[in-house]
């Protein structure tokens, strides 16, 4: 059976159990941290935390599927925009896939970027900056169309 002592304390009227606590002891007990912000304390020197808006501008990417060299257009608005691009061949005719790849090349060679090709006749073009990382090994970073 769980007893509780009863005591009496001068000024506050009555017996208390001993489980409570003056205002005084209180304090020195429970101190109130507040919570670190996203880049107050970085986890190495350095280190800057993203603020939210711009972390989900930078997980933002494009698919594109083009079909005819005219989008192509597209392809370089988007890359020097600085977003990264999934460029999907896979529906354009051979001769208009291997254009625009060959356009493509020189937009990623132009602004510094990186391409990947994820499959056949689908690339990622990703802006400097952009860490791209491969799950499966073995994958090339680049390819060709055919």
């Known amino acids: ?16 159990n001993s489980h409570d606590v003056t205002d005084e002891q209180w304090e020195g007990l429970a101190q109130v941290v507040p919570l670190r912000s996203s880049d107050a304390w970085p986890s190495w020197p350095g280190h800057s935390a993203l603020p939210d808006a711009e972390a989900a501008s930078r997980r933002r990417f494009v698919v594109l599927r083009v079909n005819v060299f005219a989008d192509a257009r597209e ?11 999934l ?3 896979s ?4 001769e ?4 625009v790849l ?5 937009v990623v060679f132009g ?3 990186g391409m ?19 799950l499966v090994e073995g994958v090339r970073g680049t390819g060709t169309i055919g």
């Open 1 to 16: 059976m769980n007893e509780c002592r009863q005591s009496y304390e001068p000024g506050r009227g009555g017996a208390v």
């Open 116 to 134: 990947h090709r994820v499959d056949r006749n689908v690339f990622l073009l990703a802006p400097p900056g952009t860490e791209v990382q491969s």
């Open 91 to 94: 529906g354009a005719e051979s």
């Open 96 to 99: 208009t896939a291997k254009r």
């Open 102 to 106: 060959d356009f493509s090349s020189g």
């Open 87 to 89: 460029l999907d061949l």
């Open 75 to 85: 392809v370089a608005e988007t890359l020097m925009a600085q977003i990264p691009v």
């Open 111 to 113: 602004l510094g970027s």
